[in-house]
């Protein structure tokens, strides 16, 4: 009874516009990759990690995280693939035998907690085979419907770059959790999810943006934990200065 953290840091980083991959861009004066890999290996709830790399990067990675005295359990590196769907695969495909529990999550959450880590394992442990951390929302979110949007004729012609959406209902927030990682699975549960889902994996529109969609996909139920603000993601510059932030608060 092992649990192996698959660390996803293969993405390009594109919406945050640096020259390095995301991943490896530094946070007070650590690679966000580097960040994840501590607090994995600081819950003491992770056994092994697999990383995923962006092309060519392996080494460079490697290097980053093996080489850390703070990673205290082993790494291994793999190549990511095209989109995160795949590269969660391509670490799934070195889980060893004895990995019953795998978790999944992602170096863009630096800040995520070793307590996290720990509620999300215990939680599989306990019983419940897909467990997602998750926070309320504070927005009133509405879902649109982008294809109605040119049934309705206009007044007039809209200005060039104006997008109008309609709006199609707004779901109880009571009911909404914005989800977080890691995620955690029993290990048979997500390998049959990613089976199940694997003509989906190519394309990064059609790709699971999470490991709990592929289990949903199934039938299978999914549970939620509470999340933590500090397992926030970084896709923007903003969301880089926020982090730098807590982790001023709490290093
Ligand atoms: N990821 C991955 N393999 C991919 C794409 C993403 O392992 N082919 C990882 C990223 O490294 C990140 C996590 O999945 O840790 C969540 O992805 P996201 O926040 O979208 O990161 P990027 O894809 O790097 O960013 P962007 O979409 O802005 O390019
Ligand atoms: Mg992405």
Same mark, same amino acid.
């Not at 460079?60 to 990511?80: L, M």
């Not at 290990?187 to 994996?201: C, D, Q």
């Not at 603000?229 to 896709?235: D, F, H, L, P, R």
């Given at each position: 009874?092992?649990?192996?953290?698959?660390?996803?840091?293969?993405?390009?980083g594109t919406r945050l516009g640096r020259a390095l991959p995301k991943a490896l861009v530094e946070?007070?004066?650590?690679?966000?990759?580097?960040?994840?890999?501590?607090?994995l290996a600081a819950s003491g709830a992770v056994d092994r990690i697999v990383v995923t790399a962006p092309p060519g990067l392996a080494a460079?990675?490697?290097?980053?995280?093996?080489?850390?005295?703070?990673?205290?359990?082993?790494? +291994?590196?793999?190549?990511? @693939? #095209?989109? /995160?769907?795949?590269?969660?695969?391509?670490?799934l495909a070195l889980a060893a035998p004895e990995d019953d529990v795998v978790l999944v999550h992602d170096a863009a959450r630096p800040l995520a907690s070793p307590e996290l880590v720990r509620r999300v394992v215990a939680a599989v442990r306990a019983g419940h085979p897909a467990v997602v951390p998750g926070l309320p929302v504070t927005d009133t979110i509405k879902r649109v419907s982008p294809a109605l949007?040119?049934?309705?004729?206009?007044?007039?012609?809209?200005?060039?770059?104006?997008?109008?959406?309609r709006v199609v209902d707004t779901p109880d927030r009571a009911l909404l959790r914005a989800v977080q990682t890691p995620q955690g699975f029993d290990?048979?549960?997500?390998? +049959?999810?990613?089976?199940? @889902? #694997?003509? /989906?994996?190519a394309v990064e529109d059609l790709a699971a943006t999470d490991d709990?969609?592929?289990?949903?996909?199934?039938?299978e139920p999914v549970h939620v934990v509470?999340?933590?603000?500090?397992?926030?993601?970084?896709?923007?510059?903003?969301d880089l200065a926020l982090a730098r932030l807590l982790l001023e608060e709490r290093p």
């Open positions: 009874m092992t649990t192996l953290a698959i660390l996803t840091a293969a993405g390009s946070l007070g004066g650590s690679p966000l990759v580097l960040h994840a890999a501590r607090r460079a990675v490697s290097d980053v995280v093996t080489a850390d005295a703070h990673v205290t359990c082993p790494v +291994r590196v793999v190549d990511g @693939g #095209a989109t /995160r769907q795949a590269s969660v695969a391509a670490g949007a040119s049934r309705a004729p206009a007044a007039r012609p809209a200005p060039p770059g104006l997008v109008v959406e290990r048979a549960l997500l390998e +049959r999810a990613h089976a199940a @889902g #694997a003509a /989906r994996a709990a969609g592929l289990v949903e996909a199934l039938g509470a999340g933590e603000e500090s397992a926030m993601k970084i896709t923007t510059e903003p």
